[in-house]
């Protein structure tokens, strides 16, 4: 903006020159101030000069930027990231959210009775068919990303037909699982890598 400026200047000062060559001449030997007489003889350097000030300012912008991604932690170093979790401090019956890797992950610490209704659930009817057992490692637990898989939407817990998660945008409905069961979402809430190092810490993103 400040170079479209600048260039617009440059362009209303030479029309005004060509114009008024001979007032501008006439004015010239009417000027006693040598003061103005530079400023008016140097106005197209100043205008050069701070178009140029723009243009480097704006090249110097992108340039730091582009050495704070190269000196920064790569990309692969970024997906590796995992985080150690205490679930003692889960409530039971609560759902805590933290974040991974930029995205919402859920924790829920199941009551008996939503981890006999995830179980008893037919699979065979499922729009994407899982058990209970094959996305919690440990029943108490259920871990997954909190990202409804129909368009990147947060689903909010215990809400929805099974209150599990139900997301708002289009009515997605998740079961304490957090596997779809009514709704636009194709797939399930994703469960994401992890490994159990005791009965009350977890580890989640860790790489083997």
């Given at each position: 903006l400040?170079?479209?400026?600048?260039?617009?200047?440059?362009?209303?000062?030479?029309?005004?020159?060509?114009?008024?060559?001979?007032d501008r001449k006439a004015g010239w030997r009417e000027q006693t101030d040598a003061v103005d007489r530079n400023a008016t003889n140097n106005l197209p350097t100043y205008?050069?000069?701070?178009?140029?000030?723009?243009?480097?300012?704006?090249?110097?912008?992108?340039?730091?930027?582009?050495?704070?991604?190269?000196?920064?932690?790569?990309?692969?170093?970024?997906?590796?990231?995992?985080?150690?979790?205490?679930?003692?401090?889960?409530?039971?019956?609560?759902?805590?959210?933290?974040?991974?890797r930029g995205k919402p992950l859920f924790i829920r610490h199941r009551t008996q009775e939503e981890i006999d209704k995830a179980q008893a659930a037919d699979v065979s009817q499922l729009r994407d068919p899982q058990s209970d057992t094959e996305r919690c490692q440990n029943e108490k637990f259920l871990i997954c990303l909190g990202v409804c898989t129909h368009l990147g939407c947060v689903p909010i817990a215990h809400a929805g037909d099974w209150k599990g998660y139900y997301c708002p945008c289009h009515g997605?409905?998740?079961?304490?699982c957090a596997r779809i069961m009514k709704?636009?979402?194709?797939?399930?809430?994703?469960?994401?890598k992890h490994e159990?190092?005791?009965?009350?810490?977890?580890?989640?993103?860790?790489?083997d």
């Open positions: 400040l170079c479209c400026r600048l260039l617009l200047l440059c362009k209303q000062w030479y029309q005004r020159r060509v114009r008024g060559d001979e205008m050069v000069i701070g178009a140029g000030t723009g243009v480097t300012l704006y090249l110097a912008k992108y340039g730091l930027y582009g050495l704070a991604l190269l000196l920064g932690p790569g990309r692969d170093k970024y997906a590796a990231a995992a985080i150690e979790i205490d679930l003692s401090t889960v409530p039971e019956g609560k759902n805590a959210v933290f974040t991974w997605s409905h998740y079961d304490t709704g636009p979402a194709p797939m399930n809430l994703e469960v994401p159990y190092l005791s009965d009350e810490v977890v580890v989640i993103g860790k790489e």
